[in-house]
């Protein structure tokens, strides 16, 4: 009589599964840090530079998710665009005038928007299908 054993790696396939889907996350991520700061250059956008090096990542293993951002706080008036120009609507309709930090006032009715993190994600598609791709072979 012949005895049989199964053996389950279950969990170690779905422990290599979940490595291998962090460590292409995570590739992504950088990739997409690294577009959303080219875009923000070419975009003209940099004034002191503390925007671009505040773009980072986030992994978010719980929905197989990355996420790109910046904790600055006018990175979304940058992004989205301000008064007449903000491309979510709701802009401030009137003009208005401030002053900057150097003492010098300004009149505006806003400021255009532009799009380095949406461009980051939608302009690079190929580039991050490649690096999935490439994860899972």
Known sequence: MSKVVVTSHVGEVKEELNNRIYTVLNAIGMQAEGNAVKEITAAEAV????LRASITHQV????DAV????NVEYAPYV??????????GGGRQTPWFYVDDKGAGHFTHGMKPRHFLRNAITNYQSEYENILKEGFK
Do not use: H, M, V, W
């Not at 665009?81 to 979510?88: D, F, H, N, P």
């Open 79 to 88: 992004e989205l665009g301000t008064g007449i120009y903000a491309s979510e």
């Open 67 to 70: 996420y790109i951002g910046s």
């Open 60 to 63: 978010d293993t719980q929905e």
């Open 47 to 50: 004034d002191t530079g503390r």
